[in-house]
């Protein structure tokens, strides 16, 4: 299947907002884990789209995998001081979460010719933070898995100032998977690393 492209921005909050209860209903009429909290936090607090939405909010992000699915990318996350995958706030001008998931993985990355895995989200990962990320004190992170179009030796990541370091990572089936290896995280990598790659490994076993 080729690459999903996210739809014309038209700055308009309302629009976000409506699109995004779209895409939380579309990941829990999927089974995937906590999508009916995360469609009564947005219907109850609008605001929740925003960095400056309150304490806890949505973010966007993306496990971005080569075309075999056999490496992710990974970027260094100056803020947090950890290897995470590429992800951020969301933006007046994003017109969907999938969207704003596309825009932070260009800018993290440099990576836009991408394939969106499943029809919708394909994690919700809710976590605290610590002091360095200001008044921000919980995400409810909308993560999304994309198919880059070739192997990771072909195709070369640009750092960003955010993201100064970015790298692949081999990710490879465990016997007959679906389970996968992250053996090869480096040190550094955010903690729940492996328990989310795990349910990507599930996600994407149902999704190809």
Same mark, same amino acid.
């Given at each position: 299947?080729?690459? /999903?492209?996210?739809?014309?921005?038209?700055?308009?909050?309302?629009?976000? +907002?409506? +699109? *995004?209860?779209?895409?939380? @209903? @579309?990941?829990?009429?999927?089974?995937?884990?906590?999508?009916?909290?995360?469609?009564?936090?947005? +219907?109850?607090?609008?605001?929740?789209?925003? +960095?400056?939405?309150?304490?806890?909010?949505?973010?966007?992000? &993306?496990?971005?995998?080569?075309?075999?699915?056999? !490496?992710?990318?990974?970027?260094?996350?100056?803020?947090?001081?950890?290897?995470?995958?590429?992800?951020? !706030?969301?933006?007046?001008?994003?017109?969907?979460?999938?969207? *704003?998931?596309?825009?932070?993985?260009? /800018?993290?990355?440099?990576?836009?010719?991408?394939?969106?895995?499943?029809?919708? %989200?394909?994690?919700?990962?809710?976590? *605290?933070?610590? @002091?360095?990320?200001?008044?921000?004190?919980? !995400?409810? #992170? =909308?993560? !999304?898995?994309?198919?880059? &179009? *070739?192997? &990771?030796?072909?195709?070369?990541?640009?750092?960003?100032?955010?993201?100064?370091? =970015?790298?692949?990572? %081999?990710?490879?089936?465990?016997? &007959?998977? $679906?389970?996968?290896?992250?053996?090869?995280?480096?040190?550094?990598?955010? /903690? #729940?690393? $492996?328990?989310?790659?795990?349910?990507? @490994?599930?996600?994407?076993?149902?999704?190809?």
């Amino acid at each position: 299947m080729g690459a /999903e492209q996210a739809p014309a921005a038209d700055g308009s909050t309302g629009d976000l +907002r409506d +699109r *995004a209860l779209l895409e939380l @209903a @579309a990941a829990r009429d999927e089974g995937i884990d906590g999508a009916a909290d995360y469609l009564a936090v947005l +219907r109850a607090e609008p605001g929740a789209l925003w +960095r400056d939405g309150g304490p806890r909010h949505l973010t966007a992000s &993306a496990v971005v995998i080569d075309a075999p699915a056999e !490496h992710v990318a990974l970027v260094w996350h100056r803020k947090g001081r950890f290897w995470v995958q590429p992800g951020g !706030h969301l933006e007046a001008t994003d017109p969907s979460l999938e969207a *704003a998931a596309r825009r932070e993985v260009a /800018e993290e990355i440099g990576l836009d010719d991408l394939e969106r895995v499943g029809p919708g %989200p394909a994690v919700l990962h809710r976590h *605290a933070l610590s @002091a360095a990320f200001g008044s921000c004190r919980e !995400h409810w #992170d =909308v993560q !999304h898995l994309f198919r880059a &179009a *070739a192997p &990771a030796a072909e195709l070369t990541l640009r750092p960003s100032d955010e993201s100064p370091e =970015v790298r692949w990572v %081999p990710w490879p089936l465990l016997g &007959a998977g $679906p389970e996968r290896s992250a053996a090869e995280l480096p040190e550094g990598t955010v /903690e #729940d690393m $492996p328990e989310k790659l795990a349910a990507i @490994a599930r996600y994407l076993s149902t999704s190809s």
